[in-house]
């Protein structure tokens, strides 16, 4: 491959030393029972030598129900932290000086609630939330794909999202305000191809609306993030992330971010994948689980997925052949950006509406506390 890291389309990666000359963050998703409980395994990590925390919350604080809702019965605390209130934000980052650590918090439905809470403990703290840093997901198109833990109807819910762009441009300005997941797309079933499609076709509807709501949108593409999977097939995963940054290179200029070079940033997951980060000069996200459906509520598929397998049948699969990996990643880059063609032919917000059939996968809705 002729292209050079730190080069565009960045394709082997945005900085011309990657992680040799500097290692990513290193976080480790927690949260669980009482605020209490998790301020300690905050407490712990950061001892331990972690440079940033991820928090997860419970799925009643994801939906915006209290623990005592009937709704939030048997929920409370299981999958993340349980978060009803200031004095228990207080008592989650209690000790922890917010400007001093970067903060990511995984929440979408109910993201500017709980960023609030965050700047008001830092204000507490005696911090100028113009000093934080950190990133809050606020994605909540792949909420109606992948997850279903939506509140709002999409345009509704993209006006809180680009409220939040614009609040954090102006107030947080060390904050990025989003992290556009492919994660939660891979683990619900898809393929290599839809999880980027799916994201990025994601990503130009953001801009979008930004755009629509007047908004800077070369300031907002400096904060922009992404979060993907790591999955099990090891070459075919570095060439999605490498197709992923050539890809992303191109849409900049697309969605009218200006600069075509403009660089992005992946958020990284499991710490036992650093292998491969290094190894392949990309950043990770989180191992899947194959058990898990894949339900888009999104738009028909097409026929290039059936052309991609058929292509990659047709290489043989020859590890040892460079040329061949080289193969995958523009396959991948060429069926991905076509199908954000198609998505975008559509249109996001009204794609979530009306369910359909993507391939073999029948499309229903997402599941979550209030949507049984």
Known sequence: MDELPGVFPFTRGIQPTMYRGRLWTMRQYAGFGTAAESNRRYHYLLGQGVSGLSVAFDLPTQMGYDSDHVLAQGEVGRVGVAIDSLVDMEELFAGIPLGAVSTSMTINSTAIILLALYIAVARKQGTDERALSGTI??????????????????????????????????????????????????????????????????????????????????????????????????????????????????????????????????????????????????????????????????????????????????????????????AVLDILHRHARDRIHRYREIGRVAAVHAPVVDGTHQVRLGGGIGHR
């Open 137 to 326: 997901q606020n994605d909540i198109l792949k909420e109606y794909v992948a997850r279903g833990t939506y509140i709002y109807p999409p345009r509704a819910s993209l006006r809180i999202v680009t409220d939040i762009f614009a609040y954090c441009d102006r107030d947080l300005p060390n904050w990025n305000t989003i992290s556009i997941s492919g994660y939660h797309i891979r683990e619900a079933g898809s393929t290599a191809v839809q999880e980027v499609a799916f994201t990025f076709a994601n990503a130009i509807a953001y801009v979008q609306a930004a755009i629509d709501a007047g908004l800077d949108v070369d300031r907002l593409g400096q904060r922009l993030s992404f979060f993907f999977n790591a999955h099990n097939d090891f070459l075919e995963e570095v060439a999605k992330y490498r197709a992923a940054r050539r890809l992303w290179a191109g849409i900049v200029a697309l969605v009218g971010l200006g600069d075509p070079g403009r660089r992005r940033r992946i958020r990284r997951g499991d710490l036992e994948r650093q292998a491969l980060a290094v190894l392949a000069r990309i950043d990770c996200g989180h191992r899947p689980d194959r058990n898990r459906d894949f339900t888009p509520r999104a738009v028909e598929a097409g026929r290039e997925l059936d052309q991609f397998v058929a292509d990659l049948e047709a290489l043989h699969r020859d590890r040892a052949d460079v040329e061949h990996d080289l």
